[in-house]
């Protein structure tokens, strides 16, 4: 092991060439993986190997970032390397590289010899699941956490987001086994990939009936009930259909069924369609302005993560689309009712009805709002004012392809709105609540709270012993359990742990907390940027702007010089330096958001990584490399507005007590004094 060095490798030369050659010789037991899959990883840094001498490759280790855990897809070493420590020098090195992530997960075959390694490598079984491939082999689910216990348990370190997968007929036939599968169909079944499901629409049988062999038909029906099939009212697939019909344009009855899936995908809100029908393919940008995303098996597998984030949050899915709120009467209640009772669930009308009239019946303390989108009705929230307390009796949204996005911007909502009225604590207690708000409560701060979800909502710059008293002060309806988290969370974020302090973070938002260690970090931007992506004072003073859109996007990115600031980490606070332009004069603070990635790479990849938080065009990203060079590309969120801008004077005036200079050309890092100062509060 001595002659053995760990590399980053890059998307070319013949390290790479080396480990794509030994990924083939090992595609039996790793799955099929397309070169494109391997070019992605490699562009973001996520290809390690282990170089022996002349440059041989011993191995390679193969990863993604989700969830904040590092997941390996691939750990392949060359047979005349095994047993020499080759693998255990890989995991070491990622978890150096992984170490501001919650831990490491992985899942493997139950019957390979490579299971009996990971416990020797500090790894845990949490159980296992049925694999992907046909035969259903058991995989075991492996994982190694870098924070305590019961931080772990409260931050759900190791679960499996499931996308749900939209299949033609002929894909489908081959993923079930009627027909030989292709190469890259094959690959769909990798056990390496994420969890995602394939779905059916009822237009699957009309193709199965077109069979005119029987004994296939028959074997094709009977795969059909196994199958997860779309349901949805045939009258709202039709109007669905007529639009999808004027981008196919179907002549033959096989592309009137082509036609027919796409639709079903959309009405259902279903997000991703595979399928290598070239018409289908062709219109695929104008079927994703109808919320669906079109690729051949082998785009899908290249690009797994992008849609996994994509089905989870997708603010440009609402580019040029108006986002409201209208309040529910007694004369619109039985609209309401008959859009947003749970069937799925054996809800009945008439509870429904009893009680959102319960809510109309005090408009004080109470209120029921439906969300628009356009002119459409989409979301149904009913909320109950008690004190200090915010309850959320009624959490409702429809099937629709935005819908993922809109449950998160009701969730920031409802913490913003908390806060205005006085309450500080948000608790949702709707049992039949939509299940795409389930994602969304975790990534905005919510937790369980026995049969209900809470959320701790917090203002200004608080130090750990004034959180503490706030929790123990909170309402009898927070559970012990709950208390016990935010305890610990206080207990460990007070003593460095920096996992523990962005939690803390995310459960009290918008507040901060200060004396946890998390770095701050002072970015320029100018006002046309800050206006679209959180400055809601701007964008008030045009009058085309979203004004509702910019104060509920809970996730961002921004663009620019690829100039490494070491302290700009995830985690850090961003504190926003908004620059005076001809049209603006600013010249001041005004908004803190909390760092989520920080990547450096070709504008084209980033651009395409991170479209789906729109904003920015492609010519806007590829302006912003300096001569043709890379990109820095800063993910971020949980976007606090500033009530007391902090402007040029008082901030030269806070650096100078540290003893620093201010450079407005680039970020830099600042002291949390700066941090207490934008949110009116000194807590030395």
């Known amino acids: 092991m001595s002659d053995i060095r760990i590399e980053q490798i890059p998307p070319h030369g013949d390290q790479f060439h080396s480990v794509l050659e030994l990924g083939r010789l090992n595609s039996g037991t790793l799955g099929f993986m397309p070169e494109g899959a391997f070019v992605e990883r490699a562009a973001m840094g996520h290809l390690l190997a282990a170089v022996a001498s002349e440059r041989r490759v011993a191995g390679y280790l ?27 020098a890989l995991v070491r090195a990622l978890c150096r590289r992984a170490a501001h992530l919650r831990g490491i997960y992985l899942r493997c075959r139950s019957d390979y010899d490579a299971n009996t390694l990971w416990p020797r490598l500090g790894f845990r079984s949490l159980g296992e699941v049925p694999g992907r491939s046909l035969d259903r082999h058991p995989l075991t689910r492996w994982w190694q956490g870098f924070g305590k216990p019961d931080l772990l348990t409260a931050s759900r370190p190791a679960r499996d987001a499931t996308l749900d997968v939209v299949v033609d007929h002929n894909i ?15 690959a769909l079944l990798a ?38 099939v779309i349901e ?45 029908d070239e018409g289908v393919l062709q219109r695929a940008e104008n079927l994703g302005a109808l919320g669906l995303r079109v690729f051949r098996p082998g785009e899908f597998i290249a690009h797994v993560d992008e849609h996994q984030d994509a089905s989870r949050y997708e603010p440009a899915l609402l580019a040029d689309r108006c986002l409201s709120t209208r309040r529910v009467d007694a004369g619109g209640a039985a609209t309401i009712v008959r859009r947003f009772l749970d069937h799925g669930a054996g809800e009945r009308k008439g509870e429904l009805h009893h009680r959102l009239d319960a809510l109309l019946a005090r408009p004080k303390e109470a209120e029921a709002m439906a969300l628009m989108l356009d002119d ?4 149904l929230v009913g909320t109950e004012r008690a004190e200090q307390e915010l309850h959320v009796r009624l959490l409702r ?48 701060g919510y937790a369980p709270n026995g049969e209900t979800v809470g959320k701790l909502c917090l203002s200004g710059c608080r130090t750990t012993d004034d959180v503490r008293a706030v929790v123990e002060d909170l309402p009898a309806t927070v559970s012990d359990q709950l208390a016990r988290d935010l305890v610990a969370l206080l207990v460990a974020a007070g003593e460095g742990d920096q996992m ?42 045009m009058l085309w702007a979203p004004v509702l859109d910019v104060m509920l996007r809970t996730e961002n990115v921004y663009y620019r010089s690829s100039r490494t600031v070491r302290a700009l980490v995830p985690g850090a606070r961003i504190l926003w330096y908004v620059s005076s332009d001809r049209g603006e004069r600013v010249g001041a603070i005004r908004a803190c ?35 043709g060079g890379q990109v820095m590309a800063v993910r971020f969120g949980m976007t606090s507005e500033l009530d007391r801008a902090v402007h040029l004077g008082e901030l030269r005036a806070l650096l100078a007590v540290e003893g620093r200079g201010l450079s407005l050309r680039s970020p830099q890092a600042v002291p949390e004094s700066v941090v207490r100062a934008a949110f009116g509060r000194n807590t030395e």
């Open 62 to 88: 193969l990863y993604r970032v989700s969830d904040e855990r590092a997941v390996i897809v691939h750990l392949c070493i060359a047979p005349e390397f095994r047993r020499h420590g080759v693998a255990s």
């Open 172 to 186: 489908w036939l081959e993923l079930v086994g009627l027909v030989p599968p292709s190469r890259e169909v094959a």
């Open 191 to 228: 056990d390496w990939l994420p969890r995602f499901e394939i779905l059916a629409t009822p237009e699957h049988g009309v193709e199965i009936d077109r069979d005119p062999m029987i004994d296939r038909r028959k074997d094709a029906h009977r795969a059909l009930t196994r199958s997860r």
């Open 232 to 276: 949805v009212p045939v009258t709202e697939v039709e109007g669905v259909l007529a639009q999808v019909s004027e981008l196919l344009r179907p002549r033959t009855a096989q592309d009137l069924s082509d036609a027919r899936h796409v639709a079903y995908a959309i009405t259902a809100g279903k997000r991703l369609f595979i399928t290598r």
């Open 376 to 379: 459409e009705v989409v979301g």
């Open 397 to 444: 949204l429809r099937a629709h392809p935005v819908a993922a996005t809109v449950a998160h911007h009701i969730l920031q909502w409802l913490a913003i709105r908390a806060l205005r009225s006085g309450c500080q604590w948000v608790e949702v207690t709707d049992g039949a609540a939509s299940r795409v708000f389930e994602d969304a409560y975790e990534r905005l």
């Open 500 to 541: 523990a302090a962005r939690l803390l973070e995310r459960r009290v938002w918008p507040a901060r907390v200060s004396g946890t260690g998390l770095p701050a970090v002072l970015v320029p931007i100018q006002p046309r940027w800050a206006r679209e992506l959180f400055d809601t004072r701007l964008a008030q003073k």
């Open 593 to 627: 958001s909390t760092c989520e990635e920080v990547v450096v790479g070709d504008p084209g990849r980033l651009f395409r990584r991170f479209r789906r938080l729109g904003i920015y065009t492609w010519r806007e990203v590829a302006e912003t490399a300096r001569s």
